[in-house]
C-alpha cells in the first residue's frame, strides 16, 4: 500500500503566486494541495479544518501577516513544516524566530521549491538521523527520583518523573506525554512547567518543547534552523533549535 501524501495548506493574497505553487506541488512526488487561503483569518480557518503536514505563507497579507499565522501554527501543532514565499529578504530574521523550514523569495526557480520539498520528505520521514550524537547522549543517563502533581479539571494526576518523556505546545494548551501512553493537558505555560522540572535532565530544546534527556532517541537535521528529536518509548517528536542543539552538543562532550 503506498504512503498517503503529505498535505500542504498555500496562502497568499497574489492569485497568481498561489497559482505558481499550485503547480509545483503538483509535480512533488509524496505531496497534496490541501488547500488554499488569500489573507491570515482564512489561513488559520484552514490550518485548523485541514491539518496539514506543510504550510507554505506569505508574509504580508491582509488581516494576520504570515508571520503571527506561523507563531499560531506553531502554538496549535509545532511540528508543522512551515516555508515562508515572499518578496522581501527584510522578513528573515523573523522567519528565524518562529523556525521557519526554509525562506523562498519571489520570484524563485521550480527546481529550488522542488528542493525544498524534497528536504520537507526526508525530514518528515526521518531518513538522516545521527546516530553518533544519539549515542553520546545515551550514554550518560542520569538518576532522576521524584513526583509531579498536575492538576486538571477532573482533580490530580501524579506522574514519576522518570517517567515524563516529552512536554509540549499542543492546540494551545500545555500537554504532558509518559512512556507508558499517558498524555496529560494542563492550563500551565511552558515556562512554568520548566520551572517545576529538574533543570539538569528536562531541556528547553525550543519555545514550544520541553525533553527528558535520559530518554532521547536520536536527533536528525530539520529545516535551516531546526533539528527533530526522537524520544524513546513514544511516537510524539520533539524540535530543537540550532543554538540548544549545540548546547545540549556541549553538555554530552
Excluded at 512533488?28 to 494541495?33: K, N, V
Excluded at 514519576?160 to 509540549?168: A, E, F, T
Aim: aromatic fraction near 10%; charge should be negative.
Amino acid at each position: 500500500m503506498s504512503k498517503e501524501p503529505f498535505r500542504v495548506l498555500i496562502a497568499d493574497d497574489d492569485a497568481d503566486m498561489l497559482g505558481v505553487l499550485r503547480h509545483v506541488i503538483d509535480k512533488a512526488d509524496g505531496f497534496a494541495l490541501a488547500g488554499e487561503a488569500a489573507d491570515g483569518e482564512e489561513t488559520m480557518r484552514k490550518f485548523e479544518e485541514l491539518k496539514p503536514h506543510v504550510v507554505f505563507l506569505d508574509v504580508e497579507m491582509p488581516g494576520i501577516d504570515g508571520v503571527e499565522c506561523a507563531r499560531q501554527i506553531q502554538d496549535m501543532n509545532p511540528a508543522t513544516v512551515i516555508i515562508f514565499v515572499t518578496a522581501h529578504n527584510k522578513y528573515m530574521s523573523e522567519a528565524f524566530e518562529v523556525y521557519a523550514f526554509d525562506y523562498l523569495v519571489k520570484p524563485f526557480r521550480m527546481d529550488r521549491m522542488l528542493q525544498t520539498l524534497s528536504r520537507v520528505s526526508d525530514s518528515l520521514t526521518l531518513s538522516s538521523a545521527v546516530p553518533a550524537f544519539s549515542r553520546a547522549v545515551n550514554a550518560d543517563r542520569k538518576p532522576l527520583d521524584g513526583r509531579l502533581m498536575l492538576k486538571h479539571r477532573e482533580g490530580s494526576a501524579f506522574i514519576d518523573l522518570n517517567d515524563l518523556l516529552l512536554v509540549q505546545r499542543e492546540d494551545r494548551a500545555t500537554v504532558l506525554y509518559t512512556r507508558d501512553g499517558g498524555r496529560y493537558a494542563t492550563g500551565d505555560s511552558l515556562g512554568e512547567m520548566e520551572d517545576r522540572l529538574p533543570g539538569d535532565v528536562f531541556f528547553r530544546s525550543h519555545k514550544s518543547y520541553i525533553i527528558n534527556l535520559n530518554h532521547i532517541k536520536d536527533i536528525t537535521p530539520y529545516g535551516r534552523w531546526t533539528y527533530v528529536v526522537r524520544m524513546e518509548g513514544i511516537k510524539q517528536d520533539a524540535l530543537i533549535t540550532h543554538a540548544k542543539y549545540e548546547e545540549l552538543a556541549e553538555m554530552f562532550r
